[in-house]
């Protein structure tokens, strides 16, 4: 016979189960409705898509006859109904076939692939800079009467507006080409991250600055804050111990969106600085008109963005057990 202990117990495995499945469904939901928007951009694309290939393959506009014209359908399945046509791509999503890049001829995945991983190491480096810069300006200036406080919040206001590409452009200029202080060019050394990394980070630890700093202040008036600091605790302990908890909870929140910006972002940053990575791809890709490793990128960026945000949720019941709790 079960006791009353046990009941709560075995009713909130349940409701995790159910959670876990509500989120799997939504990341489903989230990649299903991505891909189903790069087929219909493949569709409706102007331009018949046969004739693309051929010039494409040709190196310049030709004028091919109806009987290339149809082979080309034939093959890629252009002339079936659109259903099948929608069909057959999921299922070949589904296989993990991306397909073939109209202009280079590869396998879209082997090509993300290969240039995946600099974006990524760029995009997640840049986001753990921004939240060393957020939490330091804090818990260094929220709430406190001086001026380097109010200094503070002005700056995180002007990065918040400030484009990451001009950023970019004036590291670039001031630090690799007048100063020398980093490579101009540093796709496989730490240093030719930095500035990268830092066009990136500045404009979103404005963003997380913003937020952590009000939702820090307002936490402030706590009353654990107020009994904490009765029992003798200093300043700087209830900060980071007690504060710090609670405050970045929003900015976590924030993250999920954030690493999104920051793939988009990395296609400018990547350009500036010469890396290799999805943003130079993706250019390549877009102004040859090459669908399936557009469509890729798209779907690759995607999935990153529902991984991340479902980590983020889970990050929110490590960070606060009453979340768990509840």
């Known amino acids: 016979m079960s006791t009353p202990i046990d009941a709560p117990g075995r009713g909130g495995r349940g409701l995790a189960r159910a959670r876990l499945l509500w989120q799997g469904l939504g990341a489903v939901a989230a990649l299903w409705a991505a891909a189903s928007f790069t087929f219909l951009v493949q569709t409706l694309m102007p331009g018949d898509r046969a004739m693309l290939l051929i010039n494409m393959a040709a190196g310049n506009l030709t004028n091919p006859s109806p009987e290339e014209i149809a082979a080309v359908n034939a093959r890629y399945g252009f002339d079936d109904p659109v259903l099948v046509q929608y069909l057959r791509y999921l299922g070949n999503l589904l296989r993990g076939d991306l397909g073939v890049s109209f202009q280079q001829h590869q396998p879209v995945l082997a090509m993300i692939g290969e240039q995946i991983g600099p974006t990524l190491t760029l995009a997640f480096s840049a986001l753990v800079t921004a939240w060393v810069i957020a939490v330091a300006l804090t818990l260094a200036c929220t709430a406190r009467e001086h001026p380097l406080s109010r200094a503070a919040s002005a700056l995180q206001v002007a990065l918040a507006t400030i484009p990451p590409y001009w950023i970019g452009t004036i590291l670039l200029v001031a630090f690799a080409v007048e100063l020398r202080w980093f490579p101009v060019e540093g796709q496989h050394s730490l240093a030719g991250l930095v500035l990268p990394t830092l066009s990136l980070a500045l404009p ?29 605790m200093g300043d700087l302990g209830v900060r980071l111990r007690h504060v710090l908890r609670h405050a970045v909870l929003p900015g976590v929140t924030l993250s999920g969106w954030a690493l999104g910006k920051l793939l988009s972002g990395a296609v400018l940053i990547e350009a500036v600085f010469a890396r290799q990575g999805l943003g130079g791809l993706l250019v390549a890709a877009t102004s040859a008109r090459d669908v399936p490793l557009v469509t890729g990128i798209v779907l690759t960026s995607a999935a990153v963005y529902v991984v991340t945000n479902l980590l983020v949720d889970h990050a929110y019941r490590l960070i606060d057990p009453r979340i768990r709790l509840s």
């Open 204 to 232: 979103l630890a404005g963003y997380l600055g913003q937020v952590l700093q009000d939702e820090f202040a307002r936490v402030l008036e706590q009353p654990f804050v107020t009994s904490a600091r009765m029992r003798g």
